[in-house]
């Protein structure tokens, strides 16, 4: 049965998990912040659903990231930085690059700031709306795992590797479109498989060139090597795969090059003896002072005015409405002020398994 529960108790619950497995108490304020900003949003894929197989068991289980992070500057040259994370908590990494980045920003109109040997860090529009409400303009990307295919090709090459974009506007929601480069990625089928849901067709390829759908098949293919996500545009040409193929492809390359890291299938975490090691993963972030080109309330009016007359455009037969970037996560978040977080069977036994392992205090409305 699917339960709620109010945002503040599902954050005061995953700050007492991070807090369990040795994250220190402002690091683990930062990491359930951004959790939670992904269930306020309506993106179930990266909240709470994430916490125990992305962050807690590879802490605890998998000892493959430190709870503890140490954000090392190891380039400084005004406008820009290279940050090393040494495998700390990715969200905690993240911030501190995105505020780097707007201080910059704020003294000579751009800023600039990449991470290397770092992990996940949460939903990628978080950093980018740091800027935002900054008036700034903020961009972020993370390269991540092999999970897509490249046009043409069967073997999982590329991460999901998010490219997004946030902008300043007139209106309750900023503009953020905060959606990976892959028709579906990897934490939409978690959920799908914690659902018991098939995967829709034509979104993974498997080696033999065919789709596949079955969704707990699929992460355990994408882990060994026999499926591969489509980019966005899907398998081949024809519906434009290459465009996905490519945007993947330059944030695998603003997140590895500029800070010397890892990349492509370097990003698993099996070492050369197929013992476990961290993912090594890299991150950029930039931050544009709109100050610098116009009047931030001018901008934010005319960002606002070319959103509203997409929405406004002629409607297609059947369509009630024409949403723009974030709006929609917008509409969630107020949907769910009153009902909280949608748990699942799946996601209330890793909640108790969390709970009882650690020790804490906590008795949940499912139970």
Do not use: W
Request: with cysteine; net charge negative.
């Amino acid at each position: 049965m699917l339960y709620h529960i109010p945002f503040e108790e599902m954050e005061r619950f995953m700050i007492d998990v991070f807090k369990g497995i040795g994250v220190p108490e402002q690091d683990a304020r930062t990491c359930a912040d951004v959790l939670i900003a992904s269930d306020k949003r309506g993106i179930d894929s990266h909240g709470i659903g994430r916490l125990k197989p992305i962050y807690y068991d590879r802490i605890v289980h998998q000892k493959i990231q430190h709870p503890e992070t140490r954000v090392e500057v190891v380039r400084d040259h005004l406008s820009t930085a290279v940050v090393d994370g040494h495998h700390g908590m990715g969200m905690v990494v993240a911030k501190r690059c995105m505020e780097m980045a707007i201080e910059k920003a704020g003294k000579y109109g751009m800023g600039m700031v990449v991470a290397r040997n770092s992990t996940h860090y949460g939903i990628a529009g978080y950093y980018p709306l740091m800027a935002t409400a900054k008036d700034m303009i903020g961009i972020s990307g993370t390269n991540a795992r092999p999970s897509i295919a490249p046009t043409f090709g069967v073997e999982n090459m590329l991460g999901t590797n998010p490219l997004v974009f946030g902008f300043p506007t007139d209106e309750p929601f900023d503009f953020v479109n905060d959606y990976a480069t892959p028709v579906i990625q990897r934490g939409k089928i978690e959920q799908y498989a914690r659902e018991g849901r098939d995967c829709p067709e034509g979104l993974i390829i498997g080696r033999d060139g065919q789709t596949k759908t079955d969704s707990k098949q699929i992460l355990d293919d994408l882990v060994n090597g026999e499926a591969a996500l489509a980019p966005i545009g899907g398998i081949g040409e024809v519906t434009g795969g290459y465009k996905g193929y490519g945007f993947a492809t330059v944030t695998e390359i603003l997140s590895a090059a500029l800070q010397q890291g890892a990349f492509l299938q370097q990003l698993t975490n099996r070492g050369a003896e197929g013992n476990l090691k961290p993912y090594e993963l890299g991150h950029f972030f930039i931050a544009i002072d709109v100050k610098c080109f116009c009047e931030p309330a001018d901008f934010r009016k005319r960002t606002g005015d070319i959103l509203r007359a997409l929405r406004n455009s002629e409607k297609a037969p059947g369509a009630e409405r024409i949403y723009t970037c974030g709006e929609k996560e917008y509409l969630a978040g107020i949907a769910r002020a009153d009902s909280g977080v949608p748990v699942n069977e799946a996601l209330q036994k890793d909640m108790i398994t969390m709970r009882n392992e650690l020790g804490l205090d906590y008795r949940f409305d499912f139970e």
